[in-house]
């Protein structure tokens, strides 16, 4: 018979080891879930994660790493920040819708002008269309002490419907035949968010995330706020008795995380996605939670962690062309990764120890 003892300290070693122990877990559940389903586990599991990188037409493959990797780093840079000061934005897929509606907006408005100032207008109108969805839970929390979680959470609905208002009214495209949706920004070369490295998968959007991870490693590592960030969440007593602000550190986090959310919505729809639509949103906004904590909300572990999400997108893709595997057995695939992080985290802070049953 076993039990959980409580460890004196956290173990490193586990600390360490959760994420690989989480992966090989997701692996071996995820073979199960296949063969349950009659494919051939082995070659599911090789079919996405070795046949994008390794595969025949890795070549073609090995750049999207990057064009799906950079808009889940850059959020979960801003959630990492808000998780490691205990204050939880579930919301980062509302703000990033509306960044991305922000951002469509200001270009289209210009449309169809040529000149160099419109995407770095866009850029600035999606960074704070992000930043001020964000703040509505923000404000809420600091003034009146609601549950930043519940709030974030139920305005990703209202971004939604607010997706589809735009996507029908406002930002219609006007020569579209009655279709839904914006103009195609990829036919604007002045709102075109075009590859850096033509074939790199190397746009502003993943530039930026990598400068994200710099900024986001100096500031906790550094910078005396990144201190009150980390302090905040280790220590809560400790940091009432010190000179942490409470307000300032929930309006500093939750805008940090809808601002970046917001910018990796304006990079991906005037990028690989090209327009507004009503099924813009592809979840970013959630994967970037799984992303976070799989990195252990440190800027080096999200920056793999997300490249690692955008190696189950891209193989999970490949699965369903080339297996015929179901998007709902993907998409539970990856779910599974953020169950079992959570599971193998418990023996951090906790060990099994076996105990006799007692003679009655």
């Not at 509505?136 to 930043?148: C, G, S």
């Not at 209202?158 to 020569?175: C, I, R, T, W, Y």
């Not at 304006?266 to 813009?280: K, N, R, W, Y």
Request: charged share 10%; glycine share 12%.
């Amino acid at each position: 018979m076993f039990k959980l003892e409580k460890r004196p300290q956290p173990s490193k070693l586990f600390a360490y080891l959760t994420p690989l122990l989480a992966i090989l877990a997701t692996m071996f559940a995820g073979g199960l879930l296949f063969m349950a389903l009659g494919y051939n586990p082995l070659e599911a599991i090789r079919t996405i994660f070795w046949d994008p990188l390794f595969g025949e037409f890795a070549f073609y493959y090995r750049p999207q790493l990057l064009v799906k990797g950079g808009p889940l780093i850059l959020i979960a840079i801003g959630l990492s920040l808000g998780f490691r000061a205990g204050i939880w934005n579930i919301g980062a897929e509302g703000q990033y819708i509306v960044g991305a509606i922000c951002g469509a907006a200001v270009g289209l408005a210009f449309y169809p002008m040529e000149a160099w100032f419109i995407f770095p207008l866009m850029v600035i109108a999606g960074a704070f269309g992000g930043w001020a969805w964000a703040m509505i839970p923000a404000l809420l929390k600091v003034r009146f002490q609601t549950n930043e979680i519940l709030v974030s959470l139920m305005l990703v609905y209202v971004a939604e419907q607010l997706l589809a208002s735009m996507s029908l009214g406002l930002l219609k495209n006007p020569d579209g035949h009655g279709f839904p949706g914006s103009r195609n920004l990829k036919d604007y070369p002045s709102a075109f968010n075009d590859e850096i490295i033509t074939g790199s998968g190397m746009h502003w959007g993943v530039l930026t995330a990598f400068i994200a991870v710099i900024f986001a490693y100096i500031l906790l590592n550094r910078h005396m706020l990144g201190f009150s960030i980390r302090l905040t969440g280790e220590a809560p007593r400790a940091a009432k008795f010190s000179s942490v602000n409470p307000t300032r550190l929930v309006l500093f986090c939750l805008g940090m995380s809808g601002l970046l959310a917001g910018l990796a919505g304006l990079f991906e729809v005037s990028g690989p996605s090209g327009q507004i639509s009503i099924d813009f949103n592809t979840g970013y906004g959630f994967t970037a939670i799984i992303v976070a904590f799989l990195g252990r909300l440190h800027p080096v572990g999200i920056l793999f962690a997300g490249l690692l999400m955008a190696l189950t997108y891209i193989g999970g893709e490949m699965a369903q062309g080339t297996l015929g595997l179901p998007a709902a057995a993907i998409q539970l695939f990856q779910g599974m990764l953020l169950f079992f992080l959570l599971a193998v985290d418990l023996l951090t802070n906790y060990r099994l120890k076996r105990v006799r049953k007692e003679a009655v």
